[in-house]
């Protein structure tokens, strides 16, 4: 189970790891961004030290998240497995203070919410335009659904094929 808060006692050396489950409905911001439909997202986070003592979250998330292709207006699965490493600071100032190298985390108050965190990371993974990946994913649009499709047309065929895969 992931804590609603990190205090300045899970971050240790060695580090310590948290693994949980987080609703994607449980994150307004990135629900705002994804087409309707349930979502789950798996986490670890290792909270841990850095040598001048700055606190670090390495961190990995995974997710499948409801999105709507804009070529087609299907909605589609967007795969998100990404692993991020970040340091927590607690002001703007300080996060322009780091090395270039590091990527900050601001937590102003100095409590780290993992949400936040995981949420974060899922927003900079979502793609600038939602599109399947693979332009054949892309269902015909809806007047064209409409025709009545002859049995040997590769469109029928087509058609079958996406059905097909729909239940893997
Ligand atoms: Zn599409």
């Not at 994607?24 to 841990?48: I, N, Q, S």
């Not at 850095?50 to 804009?70: K, N, W, Y």
């Not at 990371?121 to 399947?132: D, Q, T, W």
């Amino acid at each position: 189970m992931l804590p609603g808060t990190l205090g300045p006692q899970d971050f240790s050396v060695p580090t310590r790891t948290l693994r949980g489950r987080i609703a994607v409905a449980a994150m307004e911001r990135l629900t705002d961004l994804l087409a309707e439909g349930e979502a789950t997202v798996e986490t670890a986070l290792e909270c841990g030290l850095d040598g001048e003592g700055r606190r670090t979250i390495a961190g990995r998330v995974q997710a499948r998240l409801p999105m709507r292709c804009h070529r087609c207006l299907q909605v589609y699965d967007h795969v998100v497995d990404s692993s991020f490493h970040v340091v927590v600071v607690e002001s703007g100032a300080e996060a322009e203070a780091l090395p270039d190298e590091l990527e900050p985390f601001i937590s102003e108050g100095g409590a780290v919410s993992p949400h936040a965190v995981v949420e974060e990371e899922l927003l900079l993974s979502l793609p600038v335009v939602a599109l399947h990946d693979d332009r054949n994913a892309c269902l015909p649009p809806a007047h064209a659904a409409g025709m009545t499709p002859e049995r040997t047309s590769p469109f029928a065929a087509l058609q079958g094929r996406l059905g097909g895969r729909e239940e893997d």
